[in-house]
C-alpha cells in the first residue's frame, strides 16, 4: 500500500501540505499537490496517480467539477476520489456519493480518522 502515488487538491498550501504530512506519517509519501480542480485534472491526465484527496471548495474549478471530470474519463475513473469538505452538509455527502466518491471527510480531521478513511477506501477497492 505504500507505494500509492496520491494526488492532493486544495486551494490553501497551509491545507495542502497538512494533507501531505498526514499521508506521510500513514506511511503514504508519495504525493503531488495541486491548487485547484484545473490543474489537478492537467496533472491527472499527464501523470499517473492511484488516489486523489480533493477540497470541496476551490475556485475556477470546484471538488464536485472535478470528481465529475475524473469519473467521466475512461483513462481515471478508476482513481478512488476522496471529498474533504469544512462543512458536513447533508447536501454535500449526497452529492459526492452520487458523484462516485470513495469517500467523504469533515476537516479539522486527525491522522486517525484519514487513515480509517483511506483502510475502508482500500478494502472497498479491494487493495
Not at 495541486?34 to 471538488?63: C, Q, T, W, Y
Amino acid at each position: 500500500m505504500a507505494d500509492l502515488r496520491f494526488l492532493i487538491v486544495d486551494d490553501f498550501s497551509t491545507m495542502r501540505r497538512i494533507v501531505r504530512n498526514l499521508l506521510k506519517e500513514i506511511g503514504h509519501t508519495d504525493a503531488d499537490e495541486a491548487e485547484d480542480g484545473v490543474a489537478a485534472l492537467h496533472k491527472l491526465r499527464n501523470g499517473k496517480f492511484d488516489f486523489v484527496v480533493s477540497d470541496i471548495n476551490m475556485p475556477n474549478m470546484n471538488g464536485f467539477e472535478l470528481l465529475t471530470q475524473i469519473k467521466a474519463d475512461d483513462k481515471l475513473k478508476h482513481i478512488p476520489v476522496l471529498m474533504v469538505t469544512a462543512e458536513a452538509r447533508k447536501e454535500d455527502i449526497i452529492a459526492a456519493a452520487q458523484g462516485g466518491a470513495a469517500g467523504y471527510i469533515v476537516k479539522p480531521f486527525t491522522k486517525a480518522t484519514l487513515e480509517e478513511k483511506l483502510a475502508n477506501i482500500f478494502k472497498k477497492m479491494g487493495w
